[in-house]
C-alpha cells in the first residue's frame, strides 16, 4: 500500500469520525440500548442466535469499557 492509498484510507474514516471516542454518556446509553435489545430478541419466537450473540458481545464490551464487573453485565442483560 502507497502513502497516497494510506492518505485516502484515513481521510475516509476521518470523514464519518470512527476515531472520536464516545463520552461516557453515550457509552452508558447505548450499553442500555444493547440490554433492552438483547431481551427484546430473547423474547421473540423465531430467534437468530447469531444475532443475539452480536448484541451480547457489544453490550458485554460496552459494559466493560464503562466498569461494569461481569457478574453485574450478566445479571443486567439476563434480568
Given at each position: 500500500m502507497n502513502q497516497q492509498e494510506m492518505k485516502e484510507i484515513v481521510a475516509h474514516y476521518n470523514k464519518k469520525n470512527y476515531g472520536k471516542p464516545r463520552s461516557v454518556q453515550e457509552t452508558t446509553a447505548r450499553y442500555h440500548q444493547k440490554c433492552e435489545q438483547y431481551?427484546?430478541?430473547?423474547?421473540?419466537?423465531?430467534v437468530d442466535h447469531e444475532q443475539?450473540?452480536?448484541?451480547?458481545?457489544?453490550?458485554?464490551?460496552?459494559?466493560?469499557?464503562i466498569g461494569k464487573e461481569e457478574k453485574d453485565i450478566y445479571r443486567e442483560l439476563n434480568s
Open positions: 431481551k427484546n430478541l430473547r423474547s421473540m419466537d423465531n443475539i450473540s452480536m448484541v451480547y458481545a457489544e453490550a458485554k464490551a460496552l459494559g466493560w469499557v
